[in-house]
């Protein structure tokens, strides 16, 4: 992990701003979802992307119940199904 040496206090809300250099640098914008996760103890954060439940691909993704599936993995299934 590289260190920017940037420190950012928390706020009353549990609030933490990230630089708007790193924002840039990454594509994050406004709205933007943000996953949040531990890693031992480091908190990580990093930009959500939409990826197909079953094969992890991020192309041409349908939503059933929350969920994305590809029209590849939804294929398979209908052949094992039927």
Known sequence: MKSTGICRPVDELGRVVIPK????????????????????????????????TICGSEDDLVEMNDKKICRECIKKLNELIG
Do not use: F, P, W
């Open 21 to 52: 250099e790193i924002r840039k640098t990454l594509s994050i914008s406004v709205k933007d979802l943000m996953e949040i996760y531990m890693d031992g103890t480091s908190i990580v954060l990093k930009k959500h992307e939409d990826k197909c």
